[in-house]
Each structure stands twice: as C-alpha cells, then as structure tokens.
C-alpha cells in the first residue's frame, strides 16, 4: 500500500536516520534495474555492518528480519519502495529522487558536496589571496584569472552535482 503525495522534510529526516534505510536506498540506488531480491539485500547490508563476506548468520539473520519486518514495509508505505513480500522483492519507486537529494554524497573518497564546496571555497580565497599578497610562484599571475579558475571549479562542481538530479526531474515531469 503505497502512496504517490510528496514526503515531508520530516519524513525524509526520519527516513534517513535508520542506517540500515540509508543503506537500503543506497543499495537500490547503486543497483542497475534498482530491483533487488529481499535476500540479497540482506547480505549487502549485513556485509557492510559487520565488514566480514559473507556475514555472520546472526547478523544476516538480524538484517533480514528488520527489512522484512519494519523498514521495507515503512518505506513502501511512503511510496519509496515497492516491497513484495510474497515474492521478496524490492524495487526502487519513481519518487526516491526526493530523497536522494538529501543523500547525495560526493563519490570520490567520500566526501559530501557540502565539504567539496567548503574545501572550493577556502581553496579559492587562499588561491587569490595569494596572488593580491604577491606570494612567491603566483604572485605575478593576474587576480582576474585565479578568480576565473576558481568559478569554473564551482560551475563543473555544481553541474555534476545537479546533473543527475535533473534527468530524473525531467522523468517526473514526463509522469505527471
């Protein structure tokens, strides 16, 4: 039983602060069809919890028996998911876009682009300060320049962020 309004910010929070929801969402994500089988859903988070392949069969056991029981049910309540529990599969529903903006973490060393925006940021002004002050090796290039560089590396930040976010708006869009 699954509905089709928009989540509240509330929900999406509440949603996000179970780890094995997140991994849940981030797994379907990940996958290429965003269909899983119940099972083996339960071997990749019980995997990553106890960082052992395969995992301990109490903490599979565990894993499988609160996605079946409590978390799969609540995210296909709220529409995130589609969970079949006769046939034990898990398939990504067209709204978990909406979520995924407040998961989006930075795939490189796993940085989010909060902290890829603050690293920018800080790096930009040391990088200009350093040609105003006349600092060796940078002090004869032009301020003009280095604050170029620095809103270009912000521009392709930004558009590799939003990128994927806007196919799947335009989806929506097509949908409605």
């Known amino acids: 039983m699954s509905r089709s309004t928009t989540l509240s910010e509330g ?7 179970n780890g094995r929801r997140r991994e849940t969402l981030r797994h379907l994500t990940e996958t290429r069809d965003g269909a899983v089988t119940l099972r083996s859903l339960a071997i990749a988070i019980a995997t ?31 529409g995130i998911v589609r969970y079949d529990s006769d046939s034990g599969t898990v398939t990504m529903c067209d709204s978990a876009p909406e979520i995924d903006t407040h998961m989006e973490v930075f795939v490189w060393n796993g940085l989010s682009w909060s902290e890829l925006y603050l690293a920018l940021g800080i790096g930009s002004l040391l990088a200009v300060l350093a040609v105003l002050l006349e600092a060796p090796f940078v002090g004869s290039a032009d301020p003009i320049l280095g604050v170029s560089i620095s809103l270009a590396m912000f521009a392709v930040a930004a558009a590799a962020q939003l990128w994927p976010n806007r196919l799947d708006m335009l989806r929506m869009l097509r949908r409605s």
């Open 11 to 17: 929900e999406i929070f509440e949603i996000l602060a």
């Open 48 to 78: 990553a919890e106890s960082g052992q392949s395969p995992p301990p069969p109490p903490v599979r056991e565990s894993v499988w028996s609160s996605l079946h029981q409590t978390h799969l049910p609540k995210l296909d309540e709220l």
